[in-house]
């Protein structure tokens, strides 16, 4: 059974900075992207970043260029988020997703709830 689980989110002023992780089991994701999505309430779930299998190709979000980095560990199964210099605007719970387009949510974790205060 495919499971993705993410952890590291939590509470953090403006300015700060937190990082996600995404930890796969299941099956090889070798030749997924791995990306992170987020669902601020009453909005629409939205793309916020993904990397190609062997880390070569990254895309993210024109909100959060400049601020987040996308990593993943192979051989650990993991992917990273390091969210830096965080709005009010990045609160949302925030998926981690695996599929075999760029921006490609085959597979989801449950979501990280994210909360940036002012």
């Known amino acids: 059974q495919v499971q993705l689980v993410e952890s590291g989110g939590g509470l953090v002023q403006a300015g700060g900075s937190l990082r996600l992780s995404c930890a796969a089991s299941?099956?090889?994701?070798?030749?997924?992207?791995m990306g992170w999505f987020r669902q601020a309430p009453g909005k629409e779930r939205e793309f916020v970043a993904s990397?190609?299998?062997?880390?070569?190709?990254?895309d993210f979000a024109n909100s959060v260029k400049g601020r987040f980095t996308i990593s993943r560990d192979n051989a650990e199964n993991t992917v990273y988020l390091q969210m830096n210099s965080l709005k009010p605007e990045d609160t949302a719970v925030y998926y981690c997703?695996?599929?075999?387009?760029?921006?490609?949510?085959?597979?989801w974790g449950q979501g990280t709830q994210v909360t940036v205060s002012s």
């Open positions: 997703a695996a599929g075999l387009g760029v921006r490609g949510s085959d597979y």
């Open positions: 299941g099956r090889t994701f070798n030749n997924y992207y």
């Open positions: 990397i190609s299998w062997n880390g070569f190709y990254r």
